[in-house]
T-cell receptor, first 108, second 114 residues
């Protein structure tokens, strides 16, 4: 069983829809990463959060450390948001364990 | 800063050949990570360095894989001899441990072993 589980695995949405991607982990952590991988392959760090909520543009990430759960929300989704979204938990010396990823496709 | 730099971006080679992937981390970062991404297994950590010293290489698949970090601004991942199952995208990432720990990824090297 992967220590970091994401859902859904695949998600299709229409432009403008509100999107939620969930991440659960089995081992207690102090922080969680959300990463974005575009079709071209590059990986970008979106958020690293240890409590509460962070917002960047239309992206919002929340985390509940006690419940070992985090969510990534996208408001007013756009086709350019189409990507794979990956959550990752850091371990010793920032070593990351990755979730399986959520493939998002936003259509017009 | 230019970010994490990897070269080459694409590599196509024949089975049995030696392959060397290169990475230049962000200046000032003290930790460097090599990851491999495949369709079957997703992203996997191969090895990471802290202050140029290999800390954990338990993710290195077998003895054909080796990694070095001779100084704070350069690292290599070598596969010798290469096999078709090594075909993957190899990412390098760096971070400043203790400075938020956010990892910055390079663009990756897409390796195809024929």
């Amino acid at each position: 069983k992967n220590e970091v589980e994401q859902s859904p695995q695949n998600l299709t949405a229409q432009e403008g829809e509100f999107i939620t991607i969930n991440c659960s982990y089995s081992v207690g952590i102090s922080a969680l990463h959300w990463l974005q991988q575009h079709p071209g392959g590059g990986i970008v760090s979106l958020f690293m959060l240890s409590s509460g909520k962070k917002k960047h543009g239309r992206l919002i990430a929340t985390i509940n450390i006690q419940e070992k759960h985090s969510s990534l929300h996208i408001t007013a989704s756009h086709p350019r948001d189409s990507a794979v979204y990956i959550c990752a938990r850091p371990g010793t010396a920032s070593k990351l364990t990755f979730g399986t990823g959520t493939r998002l496709q936003v259509t017009l | 800063d230019a970010g994490v730099i990897q070269s080459p971006r694409h590599e196509v080679t024949e089975m049995g050949q030696e392959v060397t992937l290169r990475c230049k981390p962000i200046s000032g970062h003290n930790s460097l990570f090599w990851y491999r991404q495949t369709m079957m297994r997703g992203l996997e950590l191969l090895i990471y360095f802290n202050n140029n010293v290999p800390i954990d290489d338990s993710g290195m698949p077998e003895d054909r894989f080796s990694a070095k970090m001779p100084n704070a601004s350069f690292s290599t991942l070598k596969i010798q001899p290469s096999e078709p199952r090594d075909s993957a995208v190899y990412f390098c990432a760096s971070t400043q441990v203790g400075g938020g720990n956010e990892q910055f990824f390079g663009p990756g090297t897409r390796l195809t072993v024929l």
